[in-house]
């Protein structure tokens, strides 16, 4: 079996055969013609791809090199049919001087390797696989075996790459273990980790993170939406927004862009229950624009209902005012400005967040200041159990 080296010139093939036209190169025109097979150095022949992989008429694998792609073939001894066969691509080649035959030709166009420039510095060892595309679209397999320092290490990845760089990067290396899918900024994208973890302290083993620069929605069409801590730690929903990115405008534009949270249903209940500690809604800080501390506000255009089995506390450090078209009060007893206080029967309940700071740090952790910090009580221990809650 002879071999030889040429150019691909067209691969136009009508029959839809994988079929691709071929300028043999300098010498082996040369030696095609010397021999009388009937090829001169202006001629071309057409060669047959030949495949790694064939599976029939509806399988395989196609990846036929392109253009002024150098490629060496052959004539297989036992064909009759003298049919030129595909034998493999010549990567970065070295194109023979072709004289004014080939004057059209700019350059060799070298291209950009589909693999990893690493290859081959440790050890002679191959440790990436890759094929690119002419429009950049690209798969490697990286097996990066060597040292960090003096440290051995492994960087076992597969790597997925559209021509715009969005990317898909499954790692199993050393140091990092998970699936990266990303928009080609990486100001959008979703990792998972497996349970080895990595070196980012900010991500925990078998974790998910889902993230966007701008926008993210999570978005159920036709069925429902959970969210759910099934035994694990806390479950938060935090807007640090500082206005930086809201829209521009005036104060009262931008305030209604940006810090705000909304739990909304066009049907059905709101349900906020808990079996534990107790339900916080804590207003602080105060709004520059406005002037004002935050407040707490319940609104209803139908009636407002407060029930409780075991008394209802309210006490202000300000002034309480009741107003209606009609005032009840009713009860066994009714004493107003009792002459024994009853500041000593409010309780003040304090959250586990709280509760832990104080133990940890060993001073007060009361939201409230003043004349209402004395009504906190938490026994020695942290706990919330006082009688008066």
């Given amino acids: 079996m002879k071999i030889m080296k040429g150019t691909v010139v067209s691969k136009r093939d009508g029959g839809k055969n994988a079929w691709m036209t071929v300028r043999p190169d300098k010498a082996t025109a040369l030696e095609e013609n010397s021999a009388s097979k009937?090829?001169?150095?202006?001629?071309?022949?057409?060669?047959?791809?030949?495949?790694?992989?064939?599976?029939?008429?509806?399988?395989?694998q196609v990846t036929m090199p392109e253009f002024n792609q150098q490629i060496l073939y052959c004539q297989a001894e036992n064909d009759v049919e003298k049919t030129y066969f595909y034998l493999g691509s010549i990567i970065g080649p070295t194109f023979e001087d072709q004289g004014e035959d080939f004057a059209t030709r700019t350059g060799d166009g070298i291209p950009t390797m589909p693999h990893d420039y690493d290859d081959y510095q440790i050890n002679n060892q191959s440790m990436s696989y890759g094929i690119q595309t002419p429009l950049k679209q690209q798969v490697v397999l990286q097996e990066f075996r060597g040292l960090k320092g003096e440290t051995p290490v492994n960087s076992k990845r597969v790597r997925v790459k559209s021509s715009r760089g969005h990317k898909l990067h499954l790692d199993d290396s050393t140091e990092t273990k998970k699936v990266n899918l990303a928009s080609a900024s990486q100001g959008a994208g979703l990792e998972l980790r497996d349970r080895h973890g990595d070196n980012d302290p900010s991500r925990s083993p078998e974790s998910a993170y889902l993230y966007g620069k701008t926008d993210a929605t999570i978005r159920a069409w036709k069925g429902g939406l959970k969210m759910s801590v099934a035994d694990g730690k806390n479950l938060q929903i935090l807007n640090n927004s500082t206005g930086g990115n809201a829209t521009s405008g005036t104060p009262a534009q931008k305030a209604a862009d940006f810090g705000n949270i909304q739990i909304h249903t066009d049907r059905g209940d709101i349900v906020i229950s808990s079996a534990g500690n107790g339900v916080f809604i804590d207003c602080f800080g105060g709004d520059p624009d406005a002037g004002s501390g935050s407040s707490f506000q319940v609104r209803s255009q139908n009636k407002i209902h407060l029930y409780s089995s075991n008394g209802i506390?309210?006490?202000?450090d300000g002034p309480v005012n009741i107003k209606?078209?009609?005032?009840?009060i009713e009860g066994n007893t009714i004493d107003l400005n009792p002459t024994a206080s009853i500041d000593s029967s409010f309780g003040i309940r304090n959250t586990n967040a709280n509760i832990l700071q104080e133990k940890t740090e060993n001073a007060p952790m009361h939201f409230f200041k003043g004349s209402l910090e004395s009504n906190y009580c938490e026994n020695s221990s942290g706990r919330n159990n006082d009688s008066r809650l």
């Fill in 324 to 328: 209606g078209s009609s005032v009840n």
């Fill in 313 to 316: 506390d309210l006490k202000s």
């Fill in 38 to 60: 009937g090829v001169s150095i202006d001629n071309t022949v057409e060669v047959k791809y030949v495949s790694p992989y064939g599976g029939g008429d509806y399988a395989g």
